[in-house]
């Protein structure tokens, strides 16, 4: 009998992505389970549509606890841990059946091919041979990450398998959709790397965070040929370092216990001193403005 497999599938307001990334399952998954984090649009409907098992989870900043949730709901054999804005071309679907079927692995580290700003990018470092990722697995043989972007871990004597990557062998990723959306994200991530951070007592310094994000550009940019990827790669490499220097400086504000609240205090204590020479307020109520 050929195992069972299951893909899990996490959620929030995807209602115009979801359709694609369960269209890419359906036809060959024996189940679909769907976490979502109460969206605020049709997906959860959408979701049920498809005959998948929809469960909610609370809100969170990052994914990674719904993640782990949507994959102890699967009954299945194997466990396809997917996105709602990602999709399993054919050729790759029959390969994940095959090796399931044949015991080839416990786990499988599959190429991801992303799109950014409207185009497959295939070098700085988010090629496909460079952005693989364990998502397909024998359940219980993989730990889920537990913090923002971490890996997932296999168990201990778990056989991995990593494919290459070839047209249609890849998990496509359908990113960030302009400079807007990167620098939205991006300002949510870091504060969450940053306050991680902060917990584990991790420390930041000018030096270090300028040093980070220059290995970083240079990393995208030059070691992973971000050059290749055009104005693209060259973006992906700026935004990339900016987003070392973020977490740097959002770091160094924890650190310094300051608080937008307490700046603001600031801020009127310094306005009421500079305005001190003026009447009182009062004195101009009823008044209108003297030419």
Known sequence: MAPKISVAINTFNEETRLPLALRSV??????????????????????????????????AHFPEPARAFALAQCTGDWVLSLDADELIPAPLSVRLRAIAAQDE????????LNYLLGEPVRHSGWGPDQDRHLRFFRRGRLAPPSRLHGPASPAPGARVLDLRFAPGQA???????????????????????????????????????????????????L??????????????????????LATAAKL??????VTR????????????ALLLDYPPPQAHVGEGMRG
């Open 105 to 112: 692995a416990d786990a499988v580290r599959i190429p991801r």
């Open 252 to 257: 160094r504000e924890l650190e310094a216990g």
């Open 171 to 221: 998990i496509v990723h359908f990113n960030y959709l302009d400079a807007s959306d990167f620098l939205e994200r991006l300002n949510r991530y870091t504060t969450i790397e940053a306050q991680t951070a902060h917990a584990r007592g991790q420390h930041s310094g000018t030096g270090r965070a300028l040093l980070h994000a220059g290995r970083e550009l240079a990393r995208r940019y």
């Open 261 to 272: 609240g307490e700046v603001e205090a600031r801020y009127r204590e310094a306005a009421e």
């Open 26 to 59: 359906t036809p060959w998954v024996d189940e679909v389970v769907v976490v979502d984090m109460h969206s605020d649009d049709r997906t959860a409907e959408i979701a049920r549509s498809f005959g998948a098992h929809v469960h909610l989870h609370e809100r």
């Open 223 to 244: 070691k992973f040929a971000g050059f290749r990827d055009g104005w693209r790669g060259a973006y992906l490499a700026w935004f990339m370092a900016f987003y070392r």
